[in-house]
């Protein structure tokens, strides 16, 4: 046996070790399973789920499922809330995985349930709505009558852009009893997605103007001097600097609340994607090492729910939180060294072994036959704590995916 094979044992049996002393039953993680293994049924198992899912809601005129409540039943949401295009997108992936027309036919069922929000300006959130959606949909099947829906949308978003502030605003004021003037949330990154490949699509230089102007400016304004972000900066309108910067979803103003951490990995992830601007890749690079040389990311890399919570080890982990960073780190890997990739490789194979695991992963005919259970939404507000969410999944199969092309090409 070389050196090689024996580190790596002797590395297997620490990591191990660390896992059971943490107080899981690691056994059940399939450390030693080929993680194309894992990929494969963690897949076959989501698209189960997902079926199930569908079906329960084909009655349901117009609703698309959001969380499950206490009682582990199926809680809905109408197609304006900002969740909605997650589970058509979901229908998409499991499409492009089995190639079973069925799952095609439901996901283009379910995302017509959003197709109306492409017209509205009174929110951010297009791209989660419309993008997750009709973006697969039109990258898996090329219908071009999705074409116009997402031109629609991006027109809708950019006109929520503002010159002053260099921003699209995330929340009206209605929203937060005008607690801010004019806000902007981390989570905001993720809708560029929409505005750079439309770009692209329709010649339309104007999304990419407000997409590239938006994330320099949260480049500037959202980080602090560690990497890690605040969740909300509000801006004043006539100056344009900001005029308060705090973290609403999070433990306080100065933590750093997990999710939002991994809007803004993903998000500088992606625009460097669209753009090949360095100054994005710097930034992806940096919030991956606030992440990873965390003291208190655990040792199965399922972070809590806010890094600074003041009763971690005895406080939730947020499983959506660790889907998103999973999918970022695996897209991360393709673009840097390679040992910076291989170290967000094996963190992202360590976070799929876990949420695949029997602690993370939801059991059929339960909490509404969604993928996963453990993920916080809104903590302070005491709202989708440690429950299933819509996102974890999405960003849950969109991280296995990723991860079984990239295997794959190797």
């Known amino acids: ?25 690691w056994s059940q993680t399939n ?3 080929p993680i194309e293994k894992v990929i494969d049924e963690a ?21 698309l499922p959001k969380t499950a409540d206490r009682y582990g039943n199926l809680e809905t949401c109408n197609p304006e809330w900002w969740v909605s295009g997650f589970f058509p997108g979901l229908l998409w992936y499991m499409y492009e ?47 071009s009558s999705y074409l116009k829906i997402i031109e629609t949308a991006s027109c809708s978003l950019v006109s929520r852009f503002r010159e002053s502030t260099g921003c699209i605003r995330s929340w009206d ?33 104007r999304f990419c103007d407000v997409a590239i102007t938006h994330a320099n400016t949260t480049l500037k304004n959202h980080f602090r001097p560690d990497n890690s972000s605040y969740h909300v900066v509000s801006y004043d309108t006539v100056t ?9 979803q999070g433990y306080g103003n100065e933590s750093s ?71 970022a ?18 963190v992202a194979e360590t976070q799929i072994r876990t949420l695949n695991s029997p602690h993370y992963r939801n059991t059929t005919n339960n909490n509404g036959n969604f993928i996963l259970k453990h993920s916080v939404g809104h903590m302070p507000d005491n709202s989708e704590v440690d429950v299933p969410l819509t996102y974890a999944d999405y960003y849950f199969v969109e991280a296995l995916i990723r991860m079984k092309k990239l295997r794959g090409s190797e």
């Open 329 to 346: 780190l695996t897209e991360l890997s393709q673009y840097v060294i390679p040992e910076l990739s291989e170290e967000y490789l094996n």
């Open 31 to 33: 450390e030693f399973e």
């Open 173 to 205: 004021p209605a929203e937060w009893n005008s607690r801010w003037e004019y806000p902007v949330i981390i989570d905001n990154m993720m809708n560029l997605e929409m505005l750079l490949w439309a770009c692209h699509q329709f010649n339309e230089n």
């Open 257 to 327: 609340w997990a999710r939002g951490q991994a809007w803004g990995l993903y998000g500088f992830t992606m625009a460097y994607r669209y753009t090949g601007d360095t100054i994005y890749l710097n930034q992806a690079k940096r919030i991956a090492g606030f992440l990873l040389d965390h003291p208190r990311l655990p040792a199965d890399k399922i972070p809590y729910w806010d890094f600074d919570a003041p009763n971690i080890p005895d406080c939730y982990r947020d499983a959506s939180a660790a889907c998103i960073i999973c999918s």
């Open 1 to 25: 046996m070389g050196l090689y094979q024996k580190l790596k044992i002797v590395k297997s049996i620490v990591f191990i070790s660390v896992l059971f002393i943490s107080g899981c039953n």
């Open 240 to 248: 344009g600097l900001p005029e308060c910067k705090n973290t609403a």
């Open 97 to 143: 995985f089995t190639k079973d027309d069925k799952y095609k036919q439901l996901a283009h069922s379910f995302s017509m349930r959003v197709a109306d929000q492409q017209y509205f300006t009174t929110t951010h959130d297009l791209g989660f709505i419309i993008f997750c959606s009709f973006g697969n949909g039109y990258r898996l099947t090329g219908d």
């Open 43 to 63: 897949l076959h198992f989501s698209a189960r789920q997902s079926l199930l899912m569908a079906n329960s809601l084909l009655e349901k005129d117009g609703l």
